[in-house]
């Protein structure tokens, strides 16, 4: 079992458990309390985890893994998903975001033609270059793992492309249609193609209506299409009535 897989074990099972041993996970996952405790090394240094003498916990205060957001509301994703890839025309230049939500849109454009995609996620434009679509990833610092970029770095990049439509998620929009996001850096990336995107496209799960963060990315004036497993409330959708919205 490669350190990856071992780490990505290990956070499955603080989010089952939330505290546990040393000696607990070398029982689960077979490896020695030396390969173990460098593994909580790695992730203690991500600001994954808190240690203590001879035990380990969950870091509430850090972002939920990607790993945990990639397969949390997997079927909901997939659904909006399918419908955002619908707005993607043949030719057309597309901008994904580094996202969960957005992840799940690379898999519905493999049927389309001549198409060129632009993302900072580098797991999803490693997929899609297998598959033969044209790709441009953005570098910058990876911010989280397996492999997303963001800063500005990579907002820098962003900034030299123009694109047909741009899919992008975040973590929350509030009763007033405030869309809002946590880390600073994908606020800066995302910002530099709402600016260069001709149509903007917000993909939303039910579980962040109604939800905000620290930072302002926009408002749903600047989205023409809103996608969404969940419905916001009519006076929401009456101030922002250029918006199309669709509930999947």
Do not use: W
Not at 35 to 41: C, E, P, Q, V
Not at 51 to 72: A, D
Not at 192 to 215: F, Q, R, W
Not at 228 to 238: A, P, R, V
């Amino acid at each position: 079992m490669y350190q990856k897989e071992r780490t990505d074990e290990i956070l499955k099972i603080l989010r089952n458990v939330h505290y546990t041993t040393v000696d607990y996970l070398v029982e689960r996952i077979r490896y020695s309390p030396a390969t173990i405790r460098r593994d909580l090394t790695l992730l203690e240094k991500q600001g994954l985890v808190k240690r203590s003498h001879g035990g380990v916990e969950i870091n509430k205060e850090s972002e939920t893994p990607f790993i945990f957001r990639q397969h949390s509301m997997k079927s909901a994703k997939s659904k909006i998903a399918h419908e955002a890839a619908k707005l993607v025309k043949d030719g057309d230049v597309v901008f994904l975001d580094g996202s969960s939500t957005v992840q799940y849109v690379g898999h519905f454009l493999l049927e389309k033609k001549d198409i060129c995609v632009v993302t900072n996620n580098l797991m999803l434009a490693s997929f899609l270059g297998e598959n033969g679509i044209d790709i441009y990833c953005a570098g910058g610092k990876i911010t989280e793992l397996p492999g997303t970029a963001s800063g500005m770095l990579t907002a820098h990049a962003f900034s030299s492309f123009k694109a047909d439509i741009m899919f992008f998620s975040t973590d929350g929009i509030d009763e007033n249609g405030v869309i809002t996001i946590k880390p600073e850096g994908y606020c800066l990336h995302n910002n530099a193609m709402l600016k260069n995107s001709k149509t903007h496209v917000y993909l939303c799960g039910s579980d962040k209506i109604g939800k905000h963060s620290k930072i302002v990315q926009c408002d749903l004036s600047e989205v023409d299409y809103f996608i969404s497993d969940g419905n916001l409330e009519d006076k929401i959708k009456n101030k922002f009535s250029d918006t199309v919205y669709t509930t999947v």
